[in-house]
């Protein structure tokens, strides 16, 4: 089954991405998504003034 062997180089290739450019990857996000609640919150603020 070729797309096993896919999947498999894959996960390879996944493993050899550095953790660390992984952490600010997941970093990143959620810094992203409290912003966005952030700005959320301040535009629902704003609007029922």
Known sequence: VPRLVEQQSAIAKFRK?????LR??????TTMES???????????????
Do not use: D, Q, V
């Open 35 to 49: 912003y966005r609640s952030a700005s959320a919150r301040s535009a629902l603020s704003t609007s029922t003034l």
């Open 17 to 21: 991405i550095p953790s660390k450019f």
């Open 24 to 29: 600010s990857c997941r970093a990143e996000a």
